[in-house]
């Protein structure tokens, strides 16, 4: 049995290129986003009263921010969005 690594990023902790490192070594991981971060929905899995998931491209394609495809969770609780980036 193989076992996963999950890691759970402190919403300060938004690095782009540790993200790519992680995900390199096949090490997951979920965070807080950002708000008033640049993404591009790539794709839509979910999208109903309480649950949106998307496939995302966040970052600016620079160096410091390079792209980086990922999932965009969002559940709602009550009135408000929680919103999580995550490589799984």
Same mark, same amino acid.
């Given at each position: 049995?193989?076992?996963?690594?999950?890691?759970?990023?402190?919403?300060?902790?938004?690095?782009?290129?540790?993200?790519?490192? *992680?995900?390199?070594?096949?090490? &997951?991981? /979920?965070?807080? /986003?950002?708000?008033?971060?640049?993404?591009?929905?790539?794709? @839509?899995?979910? &999208?109903?009263?309480?649950?949106? &998931?998307?496939?995302?491209?966040?970052?600016?394609?620079?160096?410091?921010?390079?792209?980086?495809? *990922?999932? *965009?969770?969002?559940?709602?609780?009550?009135?408000?969005?929680?919103?999580? @980036?995550?490589?799984?």
């Amino acid at each position: 049995m193989t076992s996963k690594t999950l890691l759970l990023l402190d919403r300060g902790f938004y690095h782009f290129n540790f993200w790519h490192q *992680l995900i390199e070594k096949k090490v &997951d991981f /979920i965070t807080r /986003i950002k708000k008033g971060a640049g993404i591009k929905v790539e794709q @839509v899995f979910t &999208d109903s009263y309480g649950l949106r &998931d998307r496939k995302i491209r966040l970052g600016s394609g620079t160096k410091k921010t390079p792209f980086i495809n *990922l999932r *965009l969770i969002e559940v709602r609780s009550g009135k408000t969005w929680h919103s999580y @980036v995550t490589s799984v």
